[in-house]
């Protein structure tokens, strides 16, 4: 896959200060506007596009953030981060969805001996990574998307204040549970992305890779009938299981992001542990329209291109599928986490990609 050009993404300093432009982890396109979140805050980001004289977008700007505790509580209150990883819309929702990992410390620069041993045992939880929300989109007296606490009958929900995370529904998931005390980057639980269709949510696992399979959760989401402001789990399928698991063939890599594109899936790949790449986005054809397998090979999930990737940076955690102001055919756009020097620009902005899919 071929980078067809740079479109720059312009944030404000608030969240310039933050260090969310140098942190995306996720990203939509909703109209005009992008939603995108960074892993390193509890808020959710809206940029605006500007268009040259043929309508076609030059870049994202008039930036706009939102923050998750003035929709939703917080388990951990407003100030602790969410770890923000995945970004879906449907139906006049969008959806956030936070790590749901552990995190190992890092040796800080010149530790060495005892001390260094003592931050690399060190494995803390911050309960804010471990929601779920569904926030209401309605449409602003500019015309743009904003997401709101209420919108008719429709009122910000969460999953994941009472012991009822997508994680404590694993605690005796035969291939799951051993992993959900490893931090993330050790190759323990750690979703990176999630994709809206109907009522289903599909969510993504960077990790844990099991013997060269990624893993893909099912769940179907709802309000909770006590409380509008929590959200439920119904079953999925004929039974009465609350989630299913996809394993998926990604060729030993992990689920980076996830984006529908009509009734397919996109995925993004990269490794579920702490290296660069390789970095490469999937299709898994028909997706929404079919009863999905729980074992899905290679050949069912075919190889749509490469990425670039950096050494030590420019890691690609965000994919959305761009409309027709980017040019005629089928686009992604492709943020990064740790983006590279040369993808900074002098107005505190940062350059995403656009890449064109093959026919």
């Known amino acids: 896959m071929i980078v067809e ?20 982890s996720a990203v939509r396109q909703d109209g005009r506007c992008l ?21 076609l977008v030059t870049g994202y700007e008039g930036h706009a953030t939102v923050a998750l505790a003035d929709l939703v509580e917080l388990p951990a209150g407003p100030e602790e981060e969410a770890d923000i990883e995945g970004l879906a819309r449907s139906n ?9 990992s552990l995190k190992r410390k890092k040796i800080k620069p010149g530790q ?6 003592k931050r690399l045992a060190s494995v803390v939880r911050e309960d804010n990574r471990f929601v779920l929300a569904r926030l209401p989109l309605a449409t602003g007296a500019d015309g743009l998307p904003e997401v709101v606490r209420e919108d008719g009958g429709r009122t910000a929900a969460v999953l994941g204040l009472r012991r009822d995370s997508i994680t404590d529904l694993l605690e005796d998931d035969p291939h799951l549970a051993p992993f959900l005390s490893i931090p993330s980057k050790d190759n323990g639980i750690d979703i990176e992305g999630i994709a809206a269709h109907g009522d289903r949510l599909y969510i993504g696992l960077r990790g844990p890779v099991l013997r060269g399979w990624a893993v893909l959760l099912e769940i179907r989401p709802d309000t909770h009938p006590d409380d509008p402001r929590r959200l439920e789990l119904l079953p999925v399928g004929d039974g009465k299981a609350l989630y299913r698991t996809h394993f998926l063939d990604l060729g030993g890599l992990g689920i980076r992001d996830l984006c529908p594109d009509g009734d397919d899936l996109l995925i993004l790949t990269g490794p579920s542990m702490g290296l660069d790449g390789p970095v490469r986005v999937h299709r898994w054809p028909g997706i929404a329209e079919v009863d999905a397998p729980e074992v899905v090979t290679e050949e069912e999930l075919p190889l749509l291109g490469d990425l670039p990737y950096g050494d030590g940076d420019d890691h690609a955690e965000g994919l959305a599928v761009l409309d027709g102001s980017h040019g005629p055919g ?18 505190g902005g940062v350059l995403a990609d656009v890449v064109r899919l093959p026919k």
């Open 5 to 24: 050009r740079r479109v720059e993404l312009r944030f404000g300093r608030e969240s310039r200060d933050a260090g969310t432009h140098t942190n995306l």
């Open 112 to 117: 060495t001996g005892a001390k260094a041993r």
């Open 330 to 347: 089928t686009r992604l756009m492709v943020v990064y986490d740790s983006p590279a020097p040369e993808r900074l620009t002098a107005d």
């Open 92 to 100: 006049g929702w969008l959806w956030a969805i936070g790590s749901h």
């Open 35 to 55: 939603w995108v979140a960074g892993d390193e805050t509890a808020t959710i980001e809206r940029l605006t596009a500007t268009l040259d004289a043929d309508g």
